[in-house]
């Protein structure tokens, strides 16, 4: 019962192509000592292994963990370090180069195979199996479909599936089959880096006679593959994997906490195993009754020098811990045998008897919920039916209230009655009188409307000046497209020569042919049409005219087959304006006025149109209020959209990426077309953002 230290040796992983060959450490294999070259600072070791050293030298160093195991103590073996230092490789290894935990279990059956052939005292042994994983800080059962378990306090495998192995091939097939549900994920420096802790445990029973005495030793090897450690700054992990690293750091740093506080004890001093579900499982092993070997794997590459120089202080104070290994042997004689399996049977006879018992209480406690319910609703019932008799006295005397008031009211409506056919006589003479006003007052407006625009005709004609186009005020055709009088065909109208052909101007400069003029409509708050003049230097340049109707022209120069148009753009200034003619041959073309254009001709943009489902309206919840969102997909690649937001106080959307550009933003609005189809109107203004990518659904 002696205690004895923690036994920790240092393995350094060779170099990989991936790092370059500057090194951090220095190695003294014959004192077993690691220096770090930046500082100075020497860490000692039980053993050191070099790079090269073969899993054979590894696993005959924990040979003697292995061999108190079978003799009945419990023994630990786990290997710790940063990710990708070569923990699982020294435990587990590989079909051409086997790890600690299959050569164990090899040598543990081979051991106790020979020696129940050479002992001739009744030796009986008995060897099963478990495997756990601590995944983000939760405990599953690699043995049992990987189901999620709960540790007690008390005993930490009760609740693990324990399977009863009777060779090490049939172990290593069913661990094996285990460890492939582990979880493990590839990162930066690791293609197959664990993601959780693996405890596997073999637990031993032997027996033997010896006179009347019955001996039994239960012992357990644990082997553990800790997770490794990670820095952020040297992998690229997903966000899931960034939360596995922040779990597995978590349980590492509780397990330096548990032996900074074994090493260093306070009075009344309570070890704070419980704060991980690694602790927990390990606590025998780390002071209490357990010998254990800690093996800490090793990057020499000064790239990891901060995690190497970590791994050593952890070595160096685990190394500090002491233990107690106590022998696990219980001795029984053959009448305590007999007493203990009758004690057990009338245990058991007790447990079903309680068992029975308890299921009868169960009845009578439902039996008498049953009466109480019953008791409550009779209590309930005469309650009502009180309050029911009470409520019928209070109706009778409403009732008979209202009947009186009924009463009332009846002859009140009839009186009303009379007084509504009389308003209604004096409502039908008045609106006899208010529609001989109207027409007489419509009569009059007509006569002055008259007058004013004969007046307005004159003075504009005497002056030479001209109103530009206004959408509330009534449009004046220049006198520039004809004589003056007026015509009821258009046979005075001036033809198109003949050897002008389209796709160029004739010889006179207010002739306009096809392709240097476009029709379309547009829309603003309305569908208005639109004629776009293009010039003859540049087609991407245009001046836009607005479509007047018939009903807003001056009387006197509307013809009912004349398209008339304004300048849009050209204010304070005289009407420049454009006619669409068609010549003998049928061929349209358009007649400019003379007046000259005050404005500047634009870029050619006109407004798109676009149908569902190239835009798609949906609802935003953002900072406690709808806002509602209208998403305009390219017509080409669906998974690409600009996002706009409606306007407030408005029922227009400006594009939410163009605000930052000096607020130069796209904007759309939604209407219906022309045929009464819903559509949506994207503004001429272009884009200053890239569209966005669809994100797809999860």
């Not at 051991?111 to 800080?137: G, M």
């Not at 056919?421 to 003479?429: A, C, E, H, W």
């Not at 050897?499 to 547009?522: D, F, L, V």
């Not at 996002?643 to 400006?654: F, P, V």
Request: aromatic share 8%; glycine share 4%.
């Amino acid at each position: 019962m002696a205690q004895e230290n923690v036994n920790v040796v240092a393995r350094i992983r060779p170099l990989s192509n991936e790092t370059s060959d500057e090194t951090c450490i220095e190695i003294d294999p014959v004192s077993s000592t690691i220096t770090l070259t930046t500082n100075g600072k020497e860490f000692n070791m039980d053993k050191v292994f070099e790079q090269n050293a073969p899993q054979e030298e590894i696993f005959g160093y924990v040979q003697p963990i292995i061999a108190a195991v079978k003799n009945g103590l419990h023994g630990t073996i786990f290997a710790y370090g940063q990710t990708g230092s070569g923990k699982t490789h020294t435990m587990i290894g590989n079909d051409e180069n086997l790890g600690i935990i299959p050569r164990a279990i090899e040598m543990i059956f081979n051991a106790l195979n020979e020696e129940s052939k050479n002992r001739n005292d009744n030796f009986n042994f008995n060897i099963s199996c478990t495997a756990l994983q601590i995944y983000c800080e939760k405990t599953y059962d690699l043995l049992n479909g990987n189901e999620k378990i709960e540790i007690p306090i008390s005993d930490i495998f009760k609740n693990a599936k324990e399977v009863e192995v009777n060779s090490s091939n049939e172990c290593m097939k069913i661990i094996k089959c285990g460890l492939e549900q582990r979880k493990v994920s590839g990162t930066s420096m690791n293609e197959t880096s664990s993601r959780s802790h693996a405890i596997l445990t073999l637990t031993l029973k032997t027996e033997y006679f010896k006179g009347n005495e019955k001996h039994e030793r239960i012992s357990r090897l644990n082997m553990v593959d800790l997770a490794g450690s990670e820095k952020r700054k040297h992998t690229n992990n997903s966000k899931t994997q960034n939360l596995e690293s922040a779990n597995i750091n978590k349980s590492l740093l509780t397990l330096g906490k548990v032996i900074r506080e074994i090493i260093n004890p306070v009075k009344n001093q309570v070890i704070p195993y419980r704060d991980s579900k690694l602790t927990m499982i390990l606590r025998d092993s780390l002071g209490g009754n357990s010998k254990t070997t800690v093996i800490v794997n090793i990057h020499s590459n000064s790239k990891y020098f901060t995690e190497t120089s970590s791994t050593l202080d952890f070595a160096v104070n685990v190394k500090k811990v002491k233990n107690t290994a106590i022998l696990q042997e219980f001795i029984t004689s053959k009448e305590t045998i007999t007493l203990k399996v009758e004690v057990q049977r009338l245990g058991e006879e007790n447990d079903k008897l309680k068992t029975e018992l308890a299921k009868e209480k169960e009845k009578v406690v439902q039996l008498q919920t049953i009466v109480d319910e019953k008791d409550n609703k009779i209590n309930t019932l005469e309650k009502k039916s009180f309050e029911l008799e009470e409520d019928k006295s209070k109706l009778e005397l409403e009732l008979k209230k209202a009947n009186q008031k009924q009463k009332k009211c009846e002859a009140e409506i009839e009186k009303m009655k009379q007084m509504i056919n009389g308003l209604q006589n004096d409502n039908k003479q008045l609106k006899e009188k208010v529609q001989e006003l109207e027409i007489k007052n419509d009569e009059m407006k007509n006569q002055r409307n008259a007058d004013d625009n004969y007046e307005r005709l004159e003075k504009d004609i005497d002056s030479g000046d001209f109103d530009y186009f206004d959408e509330n005020e009534v449009p004046v055709i220049p006198t520039d497209f004809s004589s003056g009088e007026e015509s009821d065909s258009e046979e005075n109208e001036m033809p198109v020569p003949m050897h002008a052909s389209p796709g160029s101007t004739s010889n006179q400069s207010n002739i306009i042919c096809a392709p240097h003029y476009r029709i379309g409509t547009e829309y603003h708050g309305k569908w208005v049409k639109h004629l776009y003049i293009f010039d003859t230097d540049d087609t991407d340049l245009c001046y836009n005219y607005t479509f007047v109707p018939k009903e807003n022209t001056f009387y006197a120069f509307s013809k009912s087959s004349m398209n008339y148009f304004v300048c849009y753009k050209c204010k304070n200034a005289p009407t420049v304006s454009a006619i669409i003619h068609s010549n003998e041959n049928g061929e349209e073309y358009v007649k400019l006025s003379e007046n000259e254009h005050v404005c500047e001709p634009q870029k050619y943009e006109p407004h798109v149109i676009i149908y569902e489902p190239d835009y798609k309206l949906y609802i935003n919840q953002s900072r406690n209020k709808k806002v509602q969102r209208l998403l305009v997909f390219n017509s080409n690649d669906k998974t690409l959209y600009y996002d706009y937001t409606l306007i407030s106080g408005g029922n227009s959307y400006r594009c939410n990426s163009c605000l930052n550009n000096h607020n130069i933003y796209a904007r759309a609005k939604l209407a219906t077309d022309e045929n009464g189809k819903k559509c949506c109107v994207l503004y001429a203004q272009a884009h200053q953002c890239q569209p966005r990518k669809l994100k797809p659904a999860k």
